[in-house]
Nanobody, 121 residues
Framework: DVQLQASGGGWAQAGGSLRLSCATS????????IGWFRQAPGKEREQVAC????????NRAASVKGRFTISSDIVKNTVTLQMNSLKPEDTAVYYC??????????????WGQGTQVTVSS
């Protein structure tokens, strides 16, 4: 049974940092890609970043390049999203998701619950 648990959300001032973690279980971590998504009120869900444990491929949305870094720990089966230089427009509920394959991935079938990130100006 695929399970993903996102954590680490909270409040930060603009320019600050937060680190999100996605703990996973129930699948072969080495073969999967993990994606981070976010959804702000009234907006569509946006894929923020992706990392594939299968081949090391990564990608990030243009809006977060140079600020957010995605990394994977294959020992702990956890993916981390380090968010620096936060902006108020980064405020959203952040989700992690898993899918077999390499990044970019258009469709993820397994999702965790969200974690709220709030950035104040």
């Amino acid at each position: 049974d695929v399970q993903l648990q996102a954590s680490g959300g909270g409040w930060a001032q603009a320019g600050g940092s937060l680190r999100l973690s996605c703990a996973t279980s129930g699948f072969t971590f080495d073969d999967y890609a993990i994606g981070w998504f976010r959804q702000a009120p009234g907006k569509e869900r946006e894929q923020v970043a992706c990392i594939s444990n299968r081949d090391g491929s990564t990608n990030r949305a243009a809006s977060v390049k140079g600020r957010f870094t995605i990394s994977s720990d294959i020992v702990k089966n956890t993916v981390t999203l380090q968010m620096n230089s936060l902006k108020p427009e980064d405020t959203a509920v952040y989700y992690c998701a898993a899918e077999w394959g390499s990044c970019p991935i258009l469709r993820f079938d397994s999702w965790g619950q969200g974690t709220q990130v709030t950035v104040s100006s």
